[in-house]
C-alpha cells in the first residue's frame, strides 16, 4: 500500500497511533496530499470529527485551508457537517477561512445549518480570530493610542466571544477588571474600535458582529456609570442594575432603546431593521426581542425545531434551566437570582397563566362530571 493511501486509512479508522508511526517509519515532511477526491488528510479528520487527529496534523504543520477537494469542500466545511464545535473552533485557531464558499456557492456555517448543527454555525459566525485583539497589547500599536495589558486582552476576546448575549447574561459575565476606574473607557473604546473594524469588512455577518461589539461596549459604559444614589457606602454597579431589572418591568427596554439609538451606523441595513421593528404600530417588535432576533445567536433564528431547543432561562437566556417558577411553574431559571431578576417583567404573564390554569381545570372538571352525569342518565 502506497504511503498516502496508508494515512488517509489510519485517520479514516480514527488511529492516531498508526498516525504518529507513518510519520517516525516515513519522516513524512509535509501533511499537504491530497487523495483522489482532492481532499487532504486534516479534510479526513475534520470529517471524522476526530479533534485530536485534526490538533495532531495541525500542530504538525498541516495548512488547515490547504485542499483541492472537488467540491470546494474546505476543511471548515467538513468539520461543520460533521458538528463537532471542538473541531471547528480549532479550525479556525488555525486560521481556515469562515467565507469560502463550496460548489453549492455555501458557506461553512451555512453547510452547519443545512446539516442542523447549530451550535457549529453560531460558533463560526460570532467568531473572531484572537490576533484582532490581542493586537492592542503589542508594543507600538497605536491606532487611537489604545493600550491593553495582556490579561486584560485575553478577557476582552472572551468577553466579545460570547454567543448569549442577553443583557442581564453579558452583565453577569463582565469581569470586575473592566469597571475599574482605569479600565473602563479604554475597554469602551476598543470594542468600538472593534465595531468599526467589523463595518468596514466585507462577509455576510460584519454587521451583526458590528452591532455585538457595540452593544456590549456601550452596556459596559451604562453599567460603569450606574450608581445607588440612595446608599452611602460605594456600591457594584452590576447589583444595581439587577436591583432595577427586578424592581421595574420597563427598565430593561428602555435601557436597550438606548443602546440601538447610540448606534453610529445609522446607515446600516441592522439599524433600518432595527427602526422597522420598532415602529410598525400595534405589531411593533420591544427592543429585547429585536436585538435577540437579530444579534442573539437563538437557535431558532437558524431554523431548528422549537421542541428540539434546550429550556432557556427566562431571565438571562442560558440553556439549561432547571429552576421552576414558583407560582406558575412554567417558565424556568438557572438559579433563585434568575428568578428574582426576572420577577418584574413576569408578574403580570405569572398572573395570567396561573388564571388561564384555573379556567382550563375547571372546564375540564365541569366537562366530566357532566359526563358521569350522562352516564348515570341525569340531563
Ligand atoms: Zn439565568
Ligand atoms: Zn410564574
Given at each position: 500500500m502506497e504511503v498516502n493511501e496508508e494515512i488517509f486509512k489510519a485517520i479514516f479508522l480514527n488511529d492516531l497511533n498508526r498516525l504518529q508511526k507513518i510519520f517516525v517509519d516515513y519522516s513524512?515532511?509535509?501533511?499537504?496530499m491530497l487523495d483522489k477526491r482532492g481532499m487532504a488528510p486534516v479534510h479526513y479528520a475534520s470529517f471524522k470529527g476526530n479533534l485530536d487527529i485534526v490538533c495532531w496534523l495541525l500542530d504538525k504543520g498541516a495548512d488547515v485551508n490547504f485542499g483541492k477537494h472537488r467540491y470546494s469542500n474546505s476543511a471548515l466545511h467538513f468539520g461543520a457537517l460533521n458538528g463537532s464545535t471542538a473541531v471547528c473552533q480549532r479550525l479556525l485557531e488555525a486560521g481556515?477561512?469562515?467565507?469560502v464558499t463550496n460548489s453549492i456557492d455555501r458557506t461553512p456555517a451555512q453547510i452547519a445549518i443545512d446539516t442542523g448543527n447549530f451550535d457549529c454555525a453560531i460558533l463560526i459566525n460570532n467568531y473572531l480570530p484572537k490576533e484582532e485583539v490581542m493586537?492592542?497589547?503589542?508594543?507600538?500599536?497605536?491606532e487611537n493610542e489604545l493600550k491593553l495589558s495582556t490579561a486584560l486582552a485575553k478577557l476582552v476576546y472572551k468577553f466579545i466571544m460570547m454567543?448569549?448575549?442577553?443583557p442581564v447574561k453579558v452583565v453577569f459575565e463582565i469581569p470586575p477588571e473592566f469597571l475599574s476606574d482605569d479600565n473602563t473607557l479604554t475597554i469602551f473604546n476598543a470594542l468600538h474600535l472593534l465595531s468599526r473594524r467589523e463595518f468596514e469588512k466585507h462577509h455576510d455577518t460584519k454587521e451583526m458582529l458590528c452591532f455585538k461589539f457595540h452593544y456590549l461596549a456601550t452596556i459596559l459604559i451604562e453599567i460603569s456609570n450606574l450608581k445607588d444614589i440612595t446608599s452611602k457606602k460605594p456600591t457594584d454597579p452590576k447589583e444595581v442594575f439587577f436591583q432595577k431589572v427586578s424592581s421595574s418591568h420597563n427598565f430593561l427596554e428602555q435601557f436597550l432603546n438606548n443602546v440601538i439609538v447610540k448606534f453610529n451606523f445609522k446607515d446600516s441595513t441592522i439599524f433600518r431593521t432595527m427602526v422597522d421593528y420598532m415602529t410598525r404600530g400595534m405589531d411593533s417588535k420591544l427592543p429585547l426581542e429585536i436585538i435577540l432576533l437579530l444579534v442573539g445567536n437563538k437557535r431558532s433564528q437558524y431554523g431548528e425545531p422549537a421542541n428540539s431547543q434546550p429550556i432557556t432561562c427566562s431571565a438571562c437566556e442560558e440553556p439549561n434551566a432547571s429552576k421552576k417558577c414558583r407560582k406558575c411553574k412554567t417558565v424556568k431559571y438557572c438559579n433563585r437570582k434568575c428568578r428574582k431578576i426576572h420577577s418584574s417583567m413576569h408578574k403580570k404573564l405569572c398572573k395570567k397563566i396561573r388564571k388561564d390554569i384555573l379556567a382550563s381545570r375547571s372546564s375540564e372538571e365541569t366537562s366530566a362530571l357532566g359526563r358521569c352525569f350522562s352516564k348515570l342518565g341525569f340531563k
Open positions: 513524512i515532511g509535509s501533511w499537504n481556515a477561512k469562515r467565507h493586537c492592542f497589547t503589542k508594543p507600538g500599536y497605536s454567543t448569549n448575549i442577553h
